[in-house]
T-cell receptor, first 112, second 114 residues
Framework: TQLLEQSPQFLSIQEGENLTVYCNSS?????LQWYRQEPGEGPVLLVT?????EVKKLKRLTFQFGDARKDSSLHITAAQPGDTGLYLC????????????FGTGTLLAVQP | EAGVTQFPSHSVIEKGQTVTLRCDPI?????LYWYRRVMGKEIKFLLH????????ESGMPNNRFLAERTGGTYSTLKVQPAELEDSGVYFCASSLVGGANVLTFGAGSRLTVL
């Protein structure tokens, strides 16, 4: 069973702090996606990284795909209360379906 | 553009009963996916439709689950008979291009089996 372990599971920080969420696996993925989910809603795609070592920035969010395409990280600079939510990584193995293999999730709470 | 719509948002049934969940994808999206999250676990893939055909149903847990997409528009996921371990949130997603290119998820249908 492929497993994407995210760490930390829970994170509570103050507004303005920086944080990093990690997504690790022993499996290689053709690409990796990051989602954010808010209560009562479905996951919303933030970014897709495809190339090993790739770095993508989305405002205060920086996403990196590991060189070996087995892991990824999400760094948030100067967190805001609006960043609060469940962050999910999801690996794509490729093939006909390209089904997503979701990580265990990181619940982030940013206190004002 | 309307998003992915799921109905009902929450269903509470007793063990042994039947429940049918419905998903209306974004208009024009040929690809439709079902995923679910059971308590304390990660979201897991159930199956993938391309139009009305099942492209991959490797994630379906057992034969108590039946997914259909007649006409290639909306999809239904029926659980019959429901068991306690079926409780969870069932998500539907759709995409225009095949594969995990850009999936739009619905808000999910929460199923509680008592």
């Amino acid at each position: 069973t492929q497993l994407l372990e995210q760490s930390p599971q829970f994170l509570s920080i103050q507004e303005g702090e920086n944080l990093t969420v990690y997504c690790n696996s022993s499996s290689v993925f053709s690409s990796l996606q990051w989602y954010r989910q808010e209560p009562g809603e479905g996951p919303v795609l933030l970014v897709t990284v495809v190339t090993g070592g790739e770095v993508k920035k989305l405002k205060r969010l920086t996403f990196q795909f590991g060189d070996a395409r087995k892991d990824s990280s999400l760094h948030i600079t100067a967190a805001q209360p609006g960043d609060t939510g469940l962050y999910l990584c999801a690996g794509v193995r490729g093939g006909a379906t390209n089904k997503l293999i979701f990580g265990t999730g990181t619940l982030l709470a940013v206190q004002p | 553009e309307a998003g992915v719509t799921q109905f009902p948002s929450h269903s509470v049934i007793e063990k042994g009963q039947t429940v049918t969940l419905r998903c209306d994808p974004i208009s024009g999206h040929d690809n439709l996916y079902w995923y679910r999250r059971v308590m304390g676990k990660e979201i897991k893939f159930l199956l993938h439709f391309v139009k009305e055909s099942k492209q991959d149903e490797s994630g379906m847990p057992n034969n108590r689950f039946l997914a259909e997409r007649t006409g290639g528009t909306y999809s239904t996921l029926k659980v019959q008979p429901a068991e306690l371990e079926d409780s969870g949130v069932y998500f539907c997603a759709s995409s225009l291009v095949g594969g995990a290119n850009v999936l739009t998820f619905g808000a999910g249908s929460r199923l509680t089996v008592l």
